[in-house]
């Protein structure tokens, strides 16, 4: 998870709206990363096993969808019928899998595995909740940024946006690879 690296997507997925609409996108883009981050600490590997996936299926399909989405904003081609039918952008890109993404939820599910006492336990659910602050607050406090930026400014951060979360997805789907193959 990377709260600096959230911001400029952020701020290019949700340039049109108001910033009242930017900071309710920002509380539910965060409240459902942590959701699933929840679910799948708690849960992750029961389902995994049960859907007979792997971590690393999990982490390629993720750095697809991923880029996917970098595409979009690189090509400014972002009206796609889901969106246009009123689907919200703080759920799915940016609550998943750009915040709860494959990494984070492996990570997080390896972390569980590890937790050997209630001290620990305590550790990693705090860790979880101040990730999730810290990303709440630079979203929030990025709103202002755009009006500072104009339009030409929020394409120039959007193509930025797309071209990191593209190098991202790019990496996501090689690391996948890399760990298929060392497996085989």
């Known amino acids: ?101 494959p990494g984070a939820i492996v990570a997080t599910m390896v972390f569980t595995q590890e937790v050997d006492s209630v001290a620990t336990g305590f550790g990693l659910g705090l860790g979880l909740v101040v990730v999730h602050i810290t990303l709440l607050l630079g979203m929030i406090f990025s709103v202002p940024i755009l009006k500072v930026l104009k339009e030409s400014g929020v394409l120039l951060v959007t193509r930025i946006a797309g071209l990191l979360l593209s190098a991202i997805a790019v990496q996501m789907v090689a690391d996948a690879v890399k760990t298929f193959i060392a497996n085989a």
Not at 1 to 29: C, E, N, W
Not at 87 to 92: E, G, K, T
């Open 1 to 101: 998870m990377d709260p600096v690296g959230t911001i400029p997507v952020f701020l290019s997925l949700t340039a049109g709206q108001s910033p009242g609409k930017q900071r309710r996108a920002a509380v539910l883009a965060v409240a459902v990363s942590f959701l699933v981050i929840t679910i799948f600490a708690l849960f992750g590997q029961a389902i995994l096993h049960y859907l007979h996936i792997s971590l690393e299926a999990l982490q390629c399909a993720g750095g697809l969808l991923l880029l996917l989405v970098a595409l979009e904003l690189l090509t400014d081609n972002f009206d796609d019928p889901v969106a246009a039918a009123g689907a919200n952008v703080a759920m799915v890109p940016l609550g998943t899998p750009l915040l709860a993404g």
